[in-house]
C-alpha cells in the first residue's frame, strides 16, 4: 500500500495524524476547484472539518504508475480524482478536483 492509499485509508478512519504523516513535511495540496493551495496541516484540518458534517471518505478506485497515484474517492455525495506524486514514500504534492465542492 502506498502513501495515497494509506492516506485515504486514515481520511476514512478519521485518523487525522495517520492523515497528516503520509506527507513530506513541504508538501502542499491545490484543489483548482476553489483556488486553494494548502500545505500538510492546512490541508488535513480542512478535511477534518469537512468530515465533521457526518459524512464518510472512501476510495473507489486507485491507480499506481511508478511515482504517481490517482485515486478517485468521494466523502458523501461530493467525488474526488486526486492526483499525488510520490516521493520517497510520502506525498510530495497533490492536486485534488473535487465535484459538489462550492468553487
Do not use: K
Not at 17 to 31: L, R
Not at 58 to 71: C, I
Amino acid at each position: 500500500m502506498n502513501a495515497a492509499e494509506r492516506l485515504w485509508r486514515a481520511l476514512a478512519g478519521h485518523d487525522w495524524p495517520s492523515a497528516g504523516s503520509q506527507f513530506q513535511p513541504n508538501a502542499t495540496v491545490t484543489w483548482p476547484h476553489t483556488g486553494a493551495r494548502m500545505g500538510v496541516v492546512e490541508y488535513v484540518a480542512t478535511q477534518r472539518e469537512r468530515a465533521a458534517r457526518g459524512a464518510q471518505f472512501a476510495s473507489a478506485r486507485v491507480v499506481t504508475e511508478g511515482r504517481n497515484v490517482v485515486v478517485e474517492g468521494r466523502l458523501g455525495d461530493e467525488r474526488c480524482a486526486g492526483f499525488y506524486d510520490l516521493h520517497d514514500g510520502l506525498i510530495a504534492g497533490a492536486v485534488e478536483y473535487w465535484v459538489g465542492e462550492p468553487a
